[in-house]
Each structure stands twice: as structure tokens, then as C-alpha cells.
């Protein structure tokens, strides 16, 4: 199989990639969903909603500074490299995540659509405006905005609230002009991003999912690659080079 979609994607020059929290796993970051993610430990909508920001602001940020310093210690993996190198591999190559982690960008990607905001980013609750990211947060005394005195949050999309309508725009059309859609690391259950390799599909896309479990996405795959993303991504690339190299080599 790794044979075929490198040949498919030697000849492409549209593609685009949604990341899950899978691809992160690899270096360290847990996963949402399954025995071991954030969601059979935790409920969402006691830490990660506007509810629980209002009902309890103070466990909101404890919960947030306890994965930021758990990110701050952690780095991109092969996935994440492979996926910053196809910037130059396709004349157009568009990276969206719903991963808050920074991680793709830390690897070297230039452009990435993140779609859940970054954790690493702060913002007034109520005003929305961006508040200096370098802003440590004492869940004891959150600090208030200059502007309009509401409490700073961290910047990702919580339980309930809706994306930023340019960044969806923005994946959509990727999604609808892509020839191959990468669909990585992700249980493909959270919509709008679920919708994203459904759309290209019905574009026309090949689409290839790279997950080492089934999702509700995987009868919908033209290739299923049950293979972690670090291992199977670099090889991939390493393929589609080849791919390339011997035919602009081959006598015509
Ligand atoms: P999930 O935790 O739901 O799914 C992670 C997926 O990664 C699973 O399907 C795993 O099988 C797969 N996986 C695990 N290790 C992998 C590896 N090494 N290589 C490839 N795949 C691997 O995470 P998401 O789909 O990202 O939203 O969750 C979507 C959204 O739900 C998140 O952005 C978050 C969450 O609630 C918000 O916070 C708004």
C-alpha cells in the first residue's frame, strides 16, 4: 500500500492534512479519547467549556497550566517533521490540525490552519482579544484584560463554542481543491473537522487515513494505513522521493 499512495502522491501537486491528537502521542501528549486519554480521567465539560470557566475559573486554569507545562516539556516527532517537509514537496500543501499543542509548528511547518486555537495562547474571556502569551496564570488571581477587565482564558475552542469562521473557510477550501487528503491521527468524531475529509472526498480526493485503530472514517478511506503516524509518515516521503527521482531519470 505505501508503494501506491507514494506514487499518487509523486504525481499530486494539491494536498492537505488533518491532524489529531494522535500524531502528537508519539511525543508524549495524551490522547483525548481511549483508556488512557484526557476524557476517561477527566469530564470536558467540568474543565473545558464556558460553563466551567464561569461556575469555576480557578480549576479551569489549573487543568490548562498542568498540560501547558506538560507540552513545554515535550517535542515534535517524525510525524510532525514529515509533515512540516511536505511544504516543499507539492506546489500546494495545506496542514490542518486540531491539535492546541504548537508541536507541528515547532517542527518547522510555516503554515498551520489550527482549528481548536493553541494552549499556548492567551485571550480575554469576554472581549476576545489576544493577551500577551508569556502571560503566566495564577488560578488564584487570573489576571483581568486592560481593555474590558474580563477574565483571561486560554486561546482553544472549548465544548460548545464555535470555530473561527475565516480559519474553517480556510480548511473547507482546502479540503474541496485537495487531489490527496491525509487524514492522521484522529477518531474522526469531533465535527467540523470530521467533516473536512468528507468533503474532500466528495471532491474527488483519495483519501488516506493513518491511524493504528478503526474510525467512523475508515470504510470511507480509499487506504487505511494501520501503522503509527511517526513510522509510517517519514517512510511515505522518503517513498514519494524515490517515486519522483526515478522518473525524472526514466528515458522518455
Ligand atoms: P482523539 O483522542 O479522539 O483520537 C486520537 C486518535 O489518534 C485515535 O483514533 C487513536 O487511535 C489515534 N492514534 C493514537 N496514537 C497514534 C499514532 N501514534 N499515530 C497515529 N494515530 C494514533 O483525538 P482527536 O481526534 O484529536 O477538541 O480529538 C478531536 C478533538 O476532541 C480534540 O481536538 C479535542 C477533543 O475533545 C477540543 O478540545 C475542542
Not at 69 to 80: F, K, R, S, T
Not at 187 to 208: N, T
Request: hydrophobic share 45%; net charge negative; charged share 20%.
Amino acid at each position: 500500500m505505501l508503494d501506491t499512495i507514494a506514487e499518487i502522491m509523486a504525481a499530486s501537486s494539491v494536498v492537505a492534512a488533518l491532524t489529531g491528537a494522535g500524531i502528537s502521542a508519539e511525543s508524549g501528549v495524551p490522547t483525548f479519547r481511549g483508556n488512557e486519554g484526557l476524557w476517561a480521567k477527566f469530564r470536558p465539560e467540568d474543565l473545558a467549556s464556558m460553563e466551567a470557566f464561569l461556575a469555576n475559573p480557578k480549576i479551569v486554569w489549573e487543568w490548562y497550566n498542568w498540560r501547558r507545562e506538560l507540552m513545554a516539556g515535550v517535542l515534535p516527532n517524525d510525524g510532525h517533521r514529515a509533515l512540516a517537509a511536505c511544504e516543499s514537496m507539492f506546489d500546494r500543501f495545506t496542514l490542518i490540525t486540531q491539535n492546541v499543542d504548537g508541536l507541528h509548528a515547532a517542527a518547522g511547518s510555516k503554515q498551520v490552519i489550527e482549528l481548536h486555537g493553541n494552549i499556548h495562547r492567551n485571550k480575554c474571556a469576554d472581549c476576545n482579544r489576544p493577551v500577551d502569551s508569556a502571560l503566566q496564570i495564577d488560578p488564584r488571581q487570573i489576571p483581568t484584560c486592560g481593555h474590558c477587565g474580563g477574565k483571561i482564558r486560554p486561546d482553544v475552542v472549548w465544548f460548545g463554542e464555535m470555530l473561527d469562521s475565516a480559519v474553517t473557510d480556510e480548511a473547507f477550501a482546502a479540503a474541496e481543491e485537495a487531489q490527496v487528503f491525509l487524514v492522521v491521527g484522529t477518531s474522526a468524531l469531533v465535527h467540523p473537522a470530521a467533516s473536512l475529509p468528507l468533503v474532500a472526498k466528495r471532491q474527488g480526493a483519495i483519501l488516506v487515513e493513518i491511524n493504528p485503530e478503526d474510525t467512523p472514517l475508515t470504510p470511507l478511506a480509499n487506504y487505511h494505513i494501520s501503522e503509527k503516524s511517526g513510522v509510517f509518515l517519514p517512510s511515505l516521503l522518503s517513498r514519494i522521493t524515490d517515486v519522483r527521482a526515478t522518473r525524472k531519470v526514466k528515458p522518455s
